[in-house]
T-cell receptor
């Protein structure tokens, strides 16, 4: 079984400042990792994913994340945020092997960008 | 590509009534997932299908909930009878079955906001 912990439920940050949203996971097997974003009253949209290869993954809207296997972390970063980045962000994992395809989500981090 | 389509977008009903939520996955996707989102419990997987066959329904809260996928382009989630604690946003997602750039990625619909009075 897998579990995902998002350490901060709310992150307020000023516009143009850098931000890091933290994600740690626990799993007895190797996993794929994802970050999704949910804008108000919308469904989830994929920001980026780590499947294999380079541990630094770049996604849409200037976001990037780094996979750290030893620390079982997959933190999301952006060097300069915009008001439009205000949304809820979800980290998720799914097993690398086997037939199971369900995602296990963290509890979410609400990012609020202040003017 | 129209993406995952869900209907209705909003549903308000009274306790005890039957509620049916509908989902049309992205054409060609082999997997379909139903999630429920609440403030208290976050995102919960209810059930998922592969090639129209239910694979894991361990997240379905109780017998009042049922889901069907009669064909590759349509799925329903039914609650009968509905209760106030079923109030939530219900999401449908679909995923391609084969390898490729979208492997294991889930594409979400806009959700149905259900309010049971």
């Amino acid at each position: 079984a897998q579990s995902v912990t998002q350490l901060d439920s709310q992150v307020p940050v000023f516009e143009e400042a850098p931000v890091e949203l933290r994600c740690n996971y626990s799993s007895s097997v190797s996993v794929y990792l994802f970050w999704y974003v949910q804008y108000p009253n919308q469904g989830l949209q994929l920001l980026l994913k780590y499947l294999s290869g380079s541990t630094l993954v770049k996604g849409i809207n200037g976001f990037e994340a780094e996979f750290n296997k030893s620390q079982t972390s997959f933190h999301l970063r952006k060097p300069s945020v915009h008001i439009s980045d205000t949304a809820e962000y979800f980290c998720a994992v799914t097993p690398l092997h086997g037939s199971a395809r369900q995602l296990t989500f963290g509890s979410g981090t609400q990012l609020t960008v202040l003017p | 590509d129209a993406g995952v389509i869900q209907s209705p977008r909003h549903e308000v009903t009274e306790m005890g009534q039957e509620v049916t939520l509908r989902c049309k996955p992205i054409s060609g996707h082999d997997y379909l997932f139903w999630y429920r989102q609440t403030m208290m419990r976050g995102l919960e997987l209810l059930i998922y299908f592969n090639n129209n066959v239910p694979i894991d329904d361990s997240g379905m809260p109780e017998d009042r909930f049922s889901a069907k996928m009669p064909n590759a382009s349509f799925s329903t989630l039914k609650i009968q009878p509905s209760e106030p604690r079923d109030s939530a946003v219900y999401f449908c997602a679909s995923s391609p079955g084969t390898s490729g750039s979208a492997y294991n990625e889930q594409f979400f619909g806009p959700g149905t906001r259900l309010t049971v009075l």
